[in-house]
């Protein structure tokens, strides 16, 4: 299991229908292929993100 900070992940909905961007993002885990994104307005579910396409993701920079 990884932890990940990450200031922006893009990923695409199963069939490319939609494509989503969130910012400001609190925390992104990652274990066994699945993606959990965190926000300040809504956590989205194992199925949403694990079912998708991450099209780009950024780490937040480390000082």
Known sequence: MTLYDLSVIIFQDV???N???FLDI???L???GVVVVSTSE???AYSTIAAATVL???ERGRE
């Open 56 to 58: 780009f993701f950024s």
């Open 30 to 32: 990652q274990s066994d």
């Open 19 to 21: 494509v989503h961007i």
């Open 26 to 28: 609190n925390s992104t």
């Open 42 to 44: 809504k956590c989205f």
């Open 15 to 17: 069939g490319g229908e």
